[in-house]
């Protein structure tokens, strides 16, 4: 039942985030940050969050660069990199 818990904290983590395009990957790095520090806040995904960004300073390197990301970056990432606008 925990791992059930964990995965849906997992999948959940990412979802006050909407305008950033996280992966399994940025999940993966702040999930040992999410239960250290901001166990209280498990399994509220917003309050979690929350509490990551007030807890910055202790994130682990890896929760880190996912928090630290610019937003256009993310969706960059996202985007073909031959993106061409079609004009009609």
């Not at 818990?5 to 997992?10: D, G, I």
């Not at 999410?34 to 300073?57: H, S």
């Not at 630290?68 to 990199?81: G, L, V, Y």
Request: a positive charge; glycine letters at 2%.
């Amino acid at each position: 039942m925990l791992k059930f818990s964990v995965l849906a904290f997992v999948l959940t983590i990412t979802a006050p985030f909407s305008a950033m395009a996280y992966s399994q990957q940025d999940a993966d790095a702040c999930t040992p940050d999410a239960f250290r520090l901001c166990q209280q806040a498990i399994p509220d995904a917003g309050r979690v969050a929350a509490c990551l960004v007030q807890n910055r300073r202790q994130l682990s390197p890896a929760c880190s660069a996912v928090f630290s990301r610019p937003a256009a970056a993310s969706a960059a990432r996202e985007r073909p990199a031959n993106f061409e606008r079609t004009h009609y």
